[in-house]
T-cell receptor
Framework: AQTVTQSQPEMSVQEAETVTLSCTYD???????LFWYKQPPSRQMILVIR??????QNATENRFSVNFQKAAKSFSLKISDSQLGDTAMYFC???????????FGTGTSLTVIP | GAGVSQTPSNKVTEKGKYVELRCDPI?????LYWYRQSLGQGPEFLIY????????DSGLPNDRFFAVRPEGSVSTLKIQRTERGDSAVYLC????????????FGQGTRLTVV
């Protein structure tokens, strides 16, 4: 079975500060992909960042970076220089090579405070 | 179209009624997914189409739920004898087939069963 756990239901951060969202997962497979998705009130899931499990280097996308610890099965998201537009639900997700079926966590609601 | 389109945006129906939810994927995307997102939860996989056929329908909760994609493009999720527990946001996503491809989500249909 695959499970994705996000232990922080809600978080807040001051504008321009840095925040880290946690995610752990469980899988018996060796090849997989990990994702962070953002879901604003519009409900549309937007890809923030993606990590291939076979790559040791942590993925980065502008202000967003991850800390991928494969042995610990941990995949945290760091948002630097937080902006008001970052306020949203953030979901960690896992998928495998065959197709793009995702296994999502329960989400973290992030609020950026002006 | 430019993105994944889902209609209607919101649907209110009475318990026991039949509903159809429509998903229009990005042109050229062969893979199409349906997810259900209950309040306060992450999306849960329902069904995956590769072309016209359902490659994986293991997430459908029971036989009241059915989905089709007759021409390999638009998909319809059908729910018979709706129950109040079916109330959720139903998300659709599409992608090109294969590993390391990005899935694009629609804005979902919020179904409320009263």
């Amino acid at each position: 079975a695959q499970t994705v756990t996000q232990s922080q239901p809600e978080m807040s951060v001051q504008e321009a500060e840095t925040v880290t969202l946690s995610c752990t997962y469980d899988t018996s497979e060796n090849n997989y992909y990990l994702f962070w998705y953002k879901q604003p009130p519009s409900r549309q899931m937007i890809l923030v960042i993606r990590q291939e499990a076979y790559k040791q280097q942590n993925a980065t996308e502008n202000r967003f970076s991850v800390n991928f610890q494969k042995a610990a099965k941990s995949f945290s998201l760091k948002i630097s220089d937080s902006q008001l537009g970052d306020t949203a639900m953030y979901f960690c997700a896992l998928s495998y090579n065959t197709g793009n079926q995702f296994y999502f966590g329960t989400g973290t609601s992030l609020t950026v405070i002006p | 179209g430019a993105g994944v389109s889902q209609t209607p945006s919101n649907k209110v129906t009475e318990k026991g009624k039949y509903v159809e939810l429509r998903c229009d994927p990005i042109s050229g995307h062969t893979a199409l997914y349906w997810y259900r997102q209950s309040l306060g939860q992450g999306p849960e996989f329902l069904i995956y189409f590769q072309g016209t056929g359902a490659a994986d329908d293991s997430g459908l909760p029971n036989d009241r739920f059915f989905a089709v994609r007759p021409e390999g493009s638009v998909s319809t999720l059908k729910i018979q004898r709706t129950e109040r527990g079916d109330s959720a946001v139903y998300l659709c996503a599409s992608s090109f087939y294969g590993r390391n491809t990005e899935a694009f989500f629609g804005q979902g249909t919020r179904l409320t069963v009263v």
